[in-house]
């Protein structure tokens, strides 16, 4: 029994002394593993590549692998962010290290110059290697200095974009992003979000999953992304295109373009409300003459189906169809007349065509065509045809009253209240201007200027003028004239409604040919 405890003894004793010197070996190897210097030109295989993680940390690296940390675009501090970034030359790293029991088998590299990561457990701690072919690559300081300053250089222009620029893996994860995106990543996570600020891998902004939908060509599409405390979304034109087995893309901020195309579409709601509401017809053609838009008084007026306009039809075939409905004037050279609204382009902005078209059945149409600078052509039909009937009957009275006027002896003129002669008859240019016609804007200073040369002086001028262009009742009154030739004149004042003053100017000989009138006459 005493040579069994001693045994037992020993063999404890042993497996202290061995348990110990497994401890100062592991220290040992991480130790080195963490310290081991960098010559200054090293080949890539002189110095292992090695990281050691303590749960979901990184607790310590090597200095080759220090260096692939420190290049990194984003933060490398969890394993998680180490993964993210060997993942795309390690496919599948990403979901071996977010086990807490990963595999330790070799996972292979798919670059072309190979190799894989070794993987090895001590408890709570996983030490990842990455082991390269024994292929030794020489490279000359000066080229060495010449990629490391073309890679700042490209470093520098993806952090300093104003463009959104990340790349995604072939699980849809962000892989890399400059600072833009980082941005906006930043202001577009909730306080509340389970993501939070300045983690790794960022969210995904634009939810693009699958980045085996993008070819090797880049492909443009508008998205849109919230923000915390908008209500309205920020928009962006996203262009993708597969890379290496995940996919690029870049976003351009068109928010503007996006507000002023809304605008813009507004305002041509308003417009086209406005044009539903107008009585003329309006027809709008392209720089090809096609028509674009056309509202519903244009169908009544041309008397052109609505079927038909919303076809689109050119000009010519427009035109043409309403000469065969006999909705067009015929002109003597229907060929040139059509050419000719044709032909107003962007090179005649300035030019309109005016017309006016008669139509059969007492129908008046007003219309007006103007080219704008984008090649387009806008036509406007007006139907006049009240207006014109309404000039013609007005013209009709005037000549009338005019024919009226004429017959009279006396000499009449008609004043309006700014003094301007509006009416004269026959009898008033003979007397008072048989060489010629008074002109229509003749004023009454001008007028009685004609009359004092004729007559003889007469010292209540002032007062006549007075009475001619002083209220409706001040303006009734009568006078009388001696022309040069010693015959007399006399003259009356009548106010007329509206403002107007007649004045009427008769002979001694008609005077005496007329029979008298009753009631006294009033010197001025």
Known sequence: ???????????????????????????????????????????????????????????????????????????????????????????????????DMPDLAPLPAKTR????????????????????????????????????????TLRHIGEASPQLIWKLDAQGTVAWANSAYLDVVDATIEAASETAPNAWPPMNLFEIVDSTLFGPHPETIRRQVFQTGET????????????????????????????????????????????????????VFDKNRRLMTFNPALVHLTQLPAQFLAGQPTLTTMLDRLRDAGMLPEPKN???WRNHLLSLGPGDTETTYNDTWALP???????????????????????????????????????????????????????????QLVHSNLAYQTHWSPEEAPPNDAQIAHEMQRWKSVCDPFDHWGALHKNLVSGDEARAGTFQLSLTDGRKVACRITALKGGHTLIGFQTAEIVQKTPAKTGAVSQV
């Not at 928010?255 to 003329?280: H, I, N, P, R, Y």
């Open 232 to 283: 309205l979304p920020r928009w962006y034109d996203v262009t993708s295109m597969s890379a290496d087995g995940g996919s690029m893309h870049f976003a351009v901020d068109v928010g503007a373009v996006v507000k002023a195309e809304q605008q813009s579409k507004l305002f041509v709601q308003m417009l086209t409300k406005t044009f539903s509401d107008l009585s003329a017809g309006l027809a």
């Open 113 to 152: 110059i190979g190799g894989h990561l070794e993987f090895e457990q001590f408890g709570n701690s996983l030490r990842m290697t990455v082991h390269l072919p024994k292929h030794k690559f020489e490279l000359h300081p000066l080229a060495y200095g010449a990629m490391t300053a073309e890679l700042d």
């Open 361 to 419: 059945g007492g129908v008046t149409y007003r219309v007006t065509g103007r080219p704008h600078p984008n090649g387009a052509l806008a036509l406007l039909i007006e139907d006049i045809s009240a207006d014109i009937s309404l000039t013609r009957r007005v013209k009709t009275e005037l000549d009338g009253t005019q024919a009226i006027l004429d017959s009279l002896d006396e000499a009449i003129a008609v004043f309006s209240t700014q003094g």
């Open 334 to 336: 229907y060929l040139q």
């Open 1 to 99: 029994m005493q040579g069994l405890g001693v045994i037992a003894t020993m063999v404890l004793v042993g497996g202290v002394v061995l348990s110990a010197i497994l401890v100062i070996w592991i220290v040992d190897r991480i130790a080195h593993m963490s310290t081991r210097p960098i010559t200054a030109s090293p080949a890539i295989n002189d110095t292992p590549t090695a990281f050691l993680f303590e749960g979901a940390e990184v607790i310590d690296a090597t200095p080759q692998a220090r260096r692939i940390l420190d290049a990194a675009a984003g933060p490398c501090k969890t394993r998680a962010e180490v993964a993210a970034l060997l993942d795309p030359q390690f496919p599948g790293l990403r979901e071996r290290l977010a086990s």
